[in-house]
């Protein structure tokens, strides 16, 4: 059972059945169809609350047949939105819904009838959750525009044709302030220190264009340890409509990148969205504080004075500590690990970044030298920083980083010395050298390499 939320109760209660744990399947196996032809016709349609991926969490499992009415190329995809009540509220998702085997629409011919499954509210199915109307649309994964192909109703443990009667019409108008506001927060541990949250947002207005996100500020180690996670929004071919609600779960502090040693407390949360394109400033909608195995509305602290507005970075704008940089064997070449924290001093605009690491180890080859990049530590295959970067970060608060290099097997020995340069730099403008590293035997210290200093001397 999920602990520590705040709103509308717990979240990842038991499925209703024969037993606490047991899930709850539908089966409708009349094939659906529209008024007009349609490329797929879709039937056979099967749903059952599953468990999550998060502790105690739940999901709805969509499984159905579409039978080809014609050839269709391989980016056509079937989507699906679900609009389901929940106490006074509708409740909506969109999510694709995939091929079972893995192959695009253009392997079938007109007559196949391939098996399709996805997940609708993933982690985030509430047992009070019910009267599903689930529109179907057939879209494209590069080409704009869609056609829908059929609607069926889930209510009662019986999937039906057709709207649900009465439809999970929302009421709501379209609101001139704030499209959307935060109804609840919740927080609760998993078993490998990372943390849960999940957020239920209630939309008042148009957010198509919007990117929402939870923030954590976690005291680790003795740093305001951050990290940043993207809501989901894609909505396309849909809207979400204003009086309907998402919830959305996110795992923050993934032990790949972040490595806590023990339980996460004291984590203050900032739920709040980027209009457009994620080039004005965000916009906070609600915190809340993981503490002590709650969580409870607000800051964890009381707020402190205003911190100085953002400039463009400089050499100043951060602090880089904790650095690692560690050789990892495989069978025949050798990758090094990079692995640092950045602390923000000076606020930074939303154009700065972390730019190229340049590489230069010394070993059994030789010198060799690579140049890569680093990026948050839960998304260390990016090679940049993106919108959850640097410039979401007040002055104080951390964000660890991570990246490889020689990623091209080029090293076949672990290095006696490496020396490392991170950079940074102002959208398209010239990297400048932020600060360098020395590893030799294993041990990192600030500064070049005392041979690299002799030979800048010589």
């Not at 999550?52 to 014609?70: D, H, I, K, V």
């Not at 407390?265 to 965000?282: H, K, M, Y």
């Not at 972390?354 to 030789?366: F, H």
Request: charge should be negative; aromatic fraction near 6%.
């Amino acid at each position: 059972m999920r602990a520590g939320f705040v709103g509308l109760g717990l979240l990842g209660v038991a499925c209703t059945g024969a037993g606490g744990d047991s899930v709850e399947e539908a089966r409708g196996g009349a094939p659906a169809t529209a008024s007009e032809p349609v490329p797929l016709t879709l039937g056979d349609f099967a749903l059952a609350v599953v468990p999550g991926a998060l502790t105690g969490s739940r999901s709805l499992q969509l499984e159905m047949t579409a039978r080809l009415n014609e050839l269709l190329d391989a980016s056509m995809v079937v989507r699906a939105k679900p609009v389901c009540r929940r106490g006074a509220k509708l409740v909506t998702d969109m999510q694709p819904i995939d091929l079972v085997e893995i192959k695009n629409m253009d392997a079938y011919g007109i007559g196949d009838t391939p098996r399709l499954r996805g997940l609708l509210f993933a982690d985030v199915w509430t047992a009070d959750m019910a009267g599903c109307q689930i529109d179907f649309q057939l879209a494209s994964r590069v080409r704009t525009g869609a056609t829908a192909l059929t609607t069926i109703c889930w209510k009662d443990g019986a999937v039906t044709t057709g709207a649900c009667d009465p439809p999970p019409a929302p009421a709501g108008a379209p609101s001139a302030s704030e499209p959307i506001s935060v109804a609840e927060v919740g927080a609760a541990p998993e078993a490998d220190n990372t943390l849960a949250v999940t957020v239920e947002l209630d939309i008042h207005g148009d957010v198509h264009e919007d990117s929402f996100f939870v923030k954590s500020v976690c005291p680790v180690d003795g740093v305001a340890l951050v990290d940043l996670r993207h809501l989901r929004n894609h909505q396309s071919p849909f809207r979400f409509l204003a009086g309907e609600s998402l919830r959305r779960a996110a795992r923050l502090y993934w032990p790949e990148g972040f490595g806590v040693a023990g339980p996460l407390d004291g984590c203050e949360l900032t739920v709040g969205r980027w209009p457009g394109r994620q080039l004005e400033a965000p916009i906070e909608l609600a915190r809340a504080c993981w503490k002590g195995g709650a969580t409870v509305k607000g800051a964890c602290a009381p707020t402190t004075a205003a911190p100085p507005p953002a400039t463009p970075i400089g050499a100043n704008s951060v602090k880089l500590s904790n650095v690692l940089i560690a050789g990892k064997p495989f069978a025949d070449f050798v990758l090094l690990d990079l692995r640092a924290d950045v602390t923000i001093v000076e606020p930074v605009t939303w154009d700065s970044n972390l730019d190229e690491v340049k590489i230069k180890c010394n070993g059994p080859a030789g010198v060799q030298e690579d140049t890569t990049y680093v990026g948050p530590a839960n998304r260390s295959t990016e090679r940049t920083f993106d919108s959850a970067g640097l410039h979401s970060l007040a002055p104080g608060e951390t964000s660890r980083v991570g990246g490889e290099g020689f990623n091209m097997r080029q090293m076949k020995a672990v290095p006696e010395t490496c020396e490392v340069t991170f950079t940074a730099s102002v959208l398209q403008g010239e990297p400048f050298e932020l600060a360098r590293f020395c590893m030799r035997n294993a041990e990192v210290k600030p500064g070049a390499c005392p041979e690299e200093q002799e030979r800048k001397r010589r």
